[in-house]
């Protein structure tokens, strides 16, 4: 029986860029990977090993480069929208470009030394085609905690659970996020900020009864405060678990802590504006 390609997509990995503009007083610095994905009609390379209509990953490649020093950016969705068009411009056989840009944020400490601002890091996945441009901002590993107003309790038993009931209990997680705007912002950065502040705000102020009803309070509270059209958000519960002291005699007040990697459970929705 004869085959058919029910789709197909190429592009270019883990392109690092690091660009350094510099001003009179100060530097500015940014550190970004690039993934670019082409889809579209390339039946032609894969079944007959035909060559014309593939734009090469190594020129993918180079095009980072050459627009990031043509196109100097303040925010990665920024310049994810001119990789993509300058992209689908290049490669006529192209439907869809897909560029994912992930940058590790850098914090400043004098006009030109930095410091890694931990593990978080800005993400934005730009999908373009024939029609137009698709934005989603977003970002991963904002590492949070909070000691207090916290609890999970009135869960179902049966004969396979061990966990105990608690109504104050460490909170901690890695929120990832990425969202849509309901409109195009005039400064992707200020409405990066925006969003990451009301996250932050509202994990810290909530009365958590779960990390699903945190997770939810601080979607809601983002499409309602902000030109949001829906977010997802991911929290994986980092668990810190109460060391039992008795062995030794000591009373743990609620103060002692081991905390643990794996297994952990992971929590996830999508909230969107009515």
Known sequence: MPATLIDNSYGKQAVRLVT????????????????????????????????????????????????????PFD???????????HYLQASPRASTVRVELT???????????????????????????????QVRAGLADLVVMKTAQSAFEDFPRDRYTTLKETAD?????????SWTYAHPPEDFGQAWQGVRRVLLATFAAHDSRSVQHTLYAMGEAVVEALDVEEIHIAMPNLHH???????FGLENRNEIFVATAEPYGLIEGTVRRK
């Not at 610095?29 to 082409?38: E, G, N, P, S, W």
């Not at 209990?169 to 996020?177: F, S, Y």
């Open 20 to 71: 350094v503009r510099r001003g009179p007083d100060r530097h500015a610095l940014k550190d970004v990977m690039v993934a670019i994905r082409f889809e579209g009609d390339f039946v032609a390379a894969y079944a007959d090993g035909d060559n014309r209509e593939v734009l090469p990953t190594d020129t993918m490649k180079n095009t980072v480069y050459a627009l990031a020093a043509e196109h």
């Open 75 to 85: 925010d990665v969705e920024d310049f994810g929208l001119a990789l993509s068009d």
């Open 103 to 133: 940058e590790q944020l850098w914090e400043p400490f004098d006009p030109h030394a930095f410091r890694r601002a931990g593990s978080e890091r800005r993400t934005a996945v730009v999908t373009r085609d024939r029609q137009g441009a």
């Open 169 to 177: 209990r460490l909170l901690a997680t890695a929120v990832q996020a």
């Open 241 to 247: 678990i109460p060391v039992d002291l008795t062995p």
